[in-house]
């Protein structure tokens, strides 16, 4: 069955640093999202992505936060200068369609991110 | 902009024992529901969804939810929990109306089925 993969599963970092976080979404998937879960609290929807570009994105996706898809499968978020907050698991999803039954979105395992 | 509220932080049940958890949500249009489940060191399933049509939703392994238009409710319910069922179980919404919506989530609810 096809999923959603993110790599690394762990990824620990310095404030101030740059991080990428890779997503390789399913194959004929068109829609693509990021979410994030801090420690203790709800998963909360960051950005999603549609035919390279931006389709909508939360007041937590500022300036620090940029995503892409660099290539045919990988899909990326990057943050420009991480912050102790930002220390939480990130999740990649996708979806074929945007709407009606097929708007179902295949999260990937996650990558714990911790900035020290 | 939507909320969606779990009652139920953490529920303990013995096995064979029936469920029903809660989960209510805000939003001024057209919805499309879903629970998601995430079992111990695995990443979220989508367990059930509601889109449209029959408000009353079956899902994988046993699972249902009713969504009640008038009480903005869509609570998960299953009969007969079983232990495997031990996980953390998430209700979610996005709007209806097209566009690469972001879901937005409860708190999640962890469910302890003991032996």
């Known amino acids: 069955e096809p999923e959603v993969t993110q790599t690394p599963s762990h990824q620990v970092t310095q404030m101030g640093q740059e991080v990428i976080l890779r997503c390789v979404p399913i194959s004929n998937h068109l829609y693509f999202y990021w979410y994030r879960q801090i420690l203790g609290q709800k998963v909360e929807f960051l950005v999603s992505?549609?035919?390279?570009?931006?389709?909508?994105k939360s007041e937590i996706f500022d300036d620090q936060f940029s995503v892409e898809r660099p290539d045919g499968s990988n899909f990326t978020l990057k943050i420009r200068s991480t912050k102790l907050e930002d220390s939480a698991m990130y999740f990649c999803a996708s979806s074929e369609a945007a709407g009606g039954y097929y708007n179902e979105q295949f999260f990937g395992p996650g990558t714990r991110l911790t900035v020290l | 902009a939507q909320s969606v509220s779990q009652h139920n932080h953490h529920v303990i049940l013995s096995e064979a024992a029936s469920l029903e958890l809660g989960c209510n949500y805000s939003y001024g249009g057209t919805v499309n529901l879903f629970w998601y489940v995430q079992y111990p060191g695995q990443h979220l399933q989508l367990l059930l969804k509601?889109?449209?049509?029959?408000?009353l939703v079956k899902g994988i392994k046993g699972f249902e939810a009713e969504f009640i238009k008038s009480k903005f409710s869509f609570n998960l319910r299953k009969p007969s929990v079983q232990w495997s069922d031990t996980a953390e179980y998430f209700c979610?919404?996005?709007?209806?109306?097209?566009?690469?919506?972001?879901?937005?989530f409860g708190k999640g609810t962890h469910l302890i089925i003991q032996p």
């Open positions: 979610a919404v996005n709007a209806a109306a097209g566009g690469a919506d972001g879901l937005t």
């Open positions: 509601y889109f449209s049509g029959d408000p």
């Open positions: 992505f549609y035919n390279n570009e931006i389709s909508e």
